[in-house]
């Protein structure tokens, strides 16, 4: 499935790092999702762009800036993160006015 | 607010039998989606199944099954047959009917171990 590609796949950073993640979706969709997933927590949502706007913020910590400059790419931008922070990222995109979403294989981050 | 709720945190069953994970869910809405994907090992989260809550019709995709019952809010996943490599977290999640660009509401998952 290389519908939705992520990278990196993994990545370890300090607390006063500047890191970025990045999603690609090769599917012709027009709207991308950001969904975080904590061990024994359901994935929470973070954030939606819909045609490059973003539709939805869901209380996401302002450490996390996301930026969607073409409807096949969506970024992560990540600063001053906090253990806690520590998750698997996924990204998932979909066709508006369909349902299913489509995820991508997910960065598992590590902050220490 | 709609909640989802798998309350089996792990299973277990021999290879080629069958096995059934609960899901229910809590909502306002008479129109949504419903959904069963799987994560194995490497992470990527796959779509099993879906369901249209207008149909009546269980969905059923090849070995996969589900038993939907809307009044008591009840969606399950029944795999015939499993296989070693159905090992996997399986998650329900729900979604409102929109236009697009809804987010999924998930549960906490079901790990799923196929044992040979």
């Known amino acids: 499935e290389t519908g939705v590609t992520q990278t990196p796949r993994h990545l370890v950073m300090g607390m006063t790092n500047k890191k970025s993640l990045k999603c690609e979706q090769h599917?012709?969709?027009?709207?991308m999702y950001w969904y975080k997933q904590s061990a024994k927590k359901p994935l929470e949502l973070m954030f939606v762009y819909s045609l490059e706007e973003r539709v939805e913020n869901n209380s996401v910590p302002s450490r996390f800036s996301p930026e969607c400059p073409n409807s096949s790419h969506l970024f992560l931008h990540l600063h001053t993160l906090q253990p806690e922070d520590s998750a698997l990222y996924l990204c998932?995109?979909?066709?508006?006015?369909?349902?299913?979403?489509?995820f991508g294989p997910g960065t598992r981050l590590t902050v220490l | 607010a709609q909640t989802v709720t798998q309350s089996q945190p792990e299973m277990s069953v021999q290879e080629a039998e069958t096995v059934t994970l609960s899901c229910t869910y809590d909502t306002s809405e008479s129109n949504y989606y419903l959904f069963w994907y799987k994560q194995p090992p490497s992470r990527q989260m796959i779509l099993v199944i879906r369901q249209e809550a207008y149909k009546q019709q269980n969905a059923t995709e090849n070995r996969f099954s589900v038993n939907f019952q809307k009044a008591a809010k009840s969606f399950s996943l029944k795999i015939s047959d499993s296989q070693l490599g159905d090992t996997a977290m399986y998650f329900c999640a729900f979604m409102k009917h929109n236009s697009g660009n809804t987010p999924l509401v998930f549960g906490k998952g079901t790990r799923l171990s196929v044992i040979a």
């Open positions: 998932a995109s979909s066709q508006s006015g369909t349902d299913t979403q489509y």
């Open positions: 599917l012709g969709h027009n709207a």
